[in-house]
Structures are given as structure tokens and as C-alpha cells.
């Protein structure tokens, strides 16, 4: 038996605890609305200016959304919005985005890894205008697939048969 919680564009998301599901919505107007998955009435959030989304995860604490999006006529970036309402605040320059189309959390939810020009990086919430950190052994066409609990990552090369997986350290 299936319970509707409500409409979304097609990005949503869970929270840790089980309790919310966040969806947009872009229709009247773009916006973030959580579903509480028990009893509860819908909450909205403003997408104060952002117009597309990519993806969307909720921060480990549960507080805050972390998803990929673009404000305006500008590129795809990564932001965070708390559930307060409050506007979403950039997290990567204008083009620096997560794994395709998500933001790829670390284990511990203080990190993500990111796809900047240069290549694959680390960047940290705490500090997001500091350098991201190279992620060493990767190869042109490897794809990073999970993070490791002590924060290493899993990779993969797409399209070969059978898929090889190994632990980058």
C-alpha cells in the first residue's frame, strides 16, 4: 500500500530521520516543499531566485538542504538552504557541481566531492572558498562511485564488462 505525500518536478529527498521528504515543485512557482511522512501539513520554502535544480540532499544534521542548482541566466552550482526558510547561500563557485548531478556527501556530511575544470576535488562545508583537495588516482573516464567510512572512495570505469570496482587510497 502506497501513501502520496505530494507533487515534486522529479528532484527529491529524504530526510535522515525518516520524518521529511523534500521536493521541488515549479509549478505555480519553483519552489522547495517538505512533506512530513507522518502526520503534519506540507511546509514551503521560497527558491529565492533559484530557477533549475539538479539534485538535492539533506545535510546530515537534517537542518538544512544541499543541492545542485542555478539562479538566473548563471551556470550550476552547489548551495545549502536551512529549513527556516531562509535564502540558499552558494557553496562552489558558478560551474562547480557533484558527482553528475548530485553532491556527493562525505560519510561524516563536513565534505562533498565536487567536479571543478581541473578535475575531481574534496571541498569542505566548513570552508567552502578554501582549495578543494585532488583526489589522487583517478584516471580520465573513472568514475568515483561511494565513499568509504574512513573517507576513501570506491571507483569504477563505465562501460566495461564485467565492471571492475577498486578502493582508491
Known sequence: HATPLG??????????????????????????VLYPTGTGSPRELPAHGIRSIKSVSFQKDGKSLIFIG???????????QGLDGSAPKPVTPEGV?????????SPDGRSF???????????????????????????EGERLIQWTPDGRFYASRPGSFPIEVWKLD
Open 113 to 139: 566531492l565536487a567536479r571543478e575544470k581541473a578535475g575531481w576535488g574534496i571541498l569542505d562545508l566548513r570552508s567552502p572558498e578554501a582549495p578543494a583537495r585532488r583526489v589522487a588516482g583517478l584516471e
Open 70 to 80: 542555478a539562479e538566473g541566466e548563471k551556470e550550476d552550482r552547489v548551495w545549502i
Open 7 to 32: 507533487k515534486s518536478g522529479g528532484w527529491g529527498a529524504l530526510s535522515p530521520d525518516g520524518a521529511l521528504a523534500a521536493a521541488w515543485v515549479e509549478k505555480p512557482s519553483r519552489r522547495w
Open 97 to 105: 557541481t557533484g558527482l553528475d548531478t548530485w553532491p556527493f556527501l
